[in-house]
Nanobody
């Protein structure tokens, strides 16, 4: 099975910044839209950013202006730059491939995720 590996998580203070990476050696990123998701304890997994095959980006209002997704298809990496982090951003962050306007269930190749913890 192909899995996308998220990395770069860690502990950061409120207002801080963090950059995540999503990489794989098993799929050509350029063929897919890639989404970033997060899941906090006791909450459902939610999408936080998505970049289409054409480089069009999408993000919910909760993270707009704070989270920036970008893709480097030559190196098969998708990045998520996060700034002005708040405790409510604490979650395990995952990346997956799918369609940016599709349901969560259409995304696949989920990896283990990376923990982001924002201290108050």
């Amino acid at each position: 099975d192909v899995q996308l590996q998220a990395s770069g998580g860690g502990l950061v203070q409120t207002g801080g910044s963090l950059g995540l990476s999503c990489a794989t050696s098993g799929v050509t990123f350029g063929d897919y839209a890639i989404g970033w998701f997060r899941q906090a304890p006791g909450k459902e997994r939610e999408g936080v950013s998505c970049v289409s095959r054409d480089g069009i980006t999408y993000a919910p209002q909760s993270v707009k202006g704070r989270f920036t997704i970008s893709r480097d298809d030559a190196n098969n990496i998708v990045y998520l730059q996060m700034k002005n982090l708040a405790p409510e951003d604490t979650a395990v962050y995952y990346c997956a491939r799918g369609e940016c306007h599709g349901p969560l269930s259409d995304f696949d190749s989920w990896g283990q995720g990376t923990q982001v913890t924002v201290s108050s």
